[in-house]
């Protein structure tokens, strides 16, 4: 039996994977863009990533006991968007296994993160429905690792705050200012609102909401840094 | 030995979850509220949101195999959202078991539902710790049996723009009109906002968003039948 270059693909790509499929229909399915018509990933999509949101919740839970889940949360965020999930398919040259329509092929959708990080959320499901759950999660576990892996343990994790304040200390300029400028909602569900002044850096501020003072504090301290490290 | 009116609290809910705690203290930190301190469920709240949000996909996932991943989103939105959390945990009488903080006790917190919702989350995640994620996503589903039988099968789910023009003609008003007023973004992530309006009824029209004419055509028209349905 001779291998087509197609399948060539595939095969490596599944090498890069570390997970090779039983239905090689549902690894298409996983790589077709809806531009190629209704088979298309997109369900799969919606399910990859409930999987791979759980399975780096469940790792972050157990990397950084001591953190809030605000620190959390905003990790994960990190760790499942875009720019991560395309830095991660193009480390297995996802691109070029990628089935597209004539449009998407044009306009160089194979390079596209935004397609390159819905395939591998797609994969992501393809896996656990082509074997179980935990599979897919096995797999997501052994792509993160390196990235899991520089996860600051523990409570050395600085909050926000704190590291704007650094900032600042090294940039020379006076530390920042915050203030509530505006609560909102009901007695039960108050939002806070608070407006972080950097000195000479952000003279008119960056707002930060949050739903304690103190969250709508590190709020906008992580919006200032942001600001300030572009 | 006899027990205190609190353990029999925690025996009868423990009974209605169907899962008996072998660490009683994870039960108890999945219903302490912020407001009584560091000790608190929070944390448990993150983790349990996702393994809701997973459990509930994988069914709807399987429930509805001819649906767009709008739909299924949608759906899955309206399953895990504050208020179904509430009801479930109103059917177990969770109020009466959760830990709160004066102040909480004061304004009524065992009745609030973002309260009892976070709860029923840290309830899921603390029964994986107890246990493994099986078992949290086997008791999720059991939750769920009554609300995911009434799942419409398949194509039967009637999409937003079908259920306002049955709306309009029902009320005997004009059809639906939809025009697209911006898009936005670079071109390989392009964002359509179009614009519904209903003759006499949404006169001004309501907007809606999504990364296709399609898509932002039925964000327009389930905003247009949110407003209607008030």
């Not at 759980?54 to 889940?69: F, H, K, S």
């Not at 968007?81 to 040259?93: Q, R």
Request: glycine share 6%.
């Amino acid at each position: 039996m001779i291998n087509t270059p197609v399948e060539i693909k595939y095969q490596q790509l599944q090498a890069k994977l570390g997970y090779q499929f039983k239905d090689q229909g549902l690894l298409k399915q996983a790589l077709s863009h809806r531009s190629v018509g209704a088979h298309n990933n997109e369900r799969l999509e919606f399910l990859g990533d409930a999987i791979l949101g759980l399975t780096v919740a469940e790792a972050l839970y157990q990397l950084m006991p001591n953190v809030d889940e605000g620190v959390l949360s905003r990790t994960r965020s990190n760790l499942v968007c875009e720019a991560t999930l395309a830095e991660i398919a193009e480390g297995w040259s996802l691109g070029e296994c990628l089935i597209l329509g004539q449009g998407e092929i044009k306009s160089g959708g194979h390079r596209k993160p935004s397609i390159l990080s819905d395939a591998v959320e797609a994969l992501i499901a393809a896996i656990s429905l082509d074997d179980k759950l935990e599979t897919a999660q096995h797999c997501v576990r052994r792509w993160y690792d390196d990235r899991l892996k520089v996860i600051q343990p523990l409570d050395r994790v600085k909050d926000a705050k704190s590291q704007l304040q650094e900032w600042v200390q090294k940039s020379q300029v006076e530390l920042p200012l915050y203030e509530i400028v505006d609560t909102k909602g009901a007695d039960h569900q108050r939002e806070f609102v608070v407006k972080c002044v950097v000195p000479k850096k952000l003279p008119n501020g960056v707002l930060g909401e949050g739903s304690s003072r103190r969250k709508a504090e590190q709020a906008a301290a992580e919006a200032a840094l942001n600001k300030l490290r572009k």
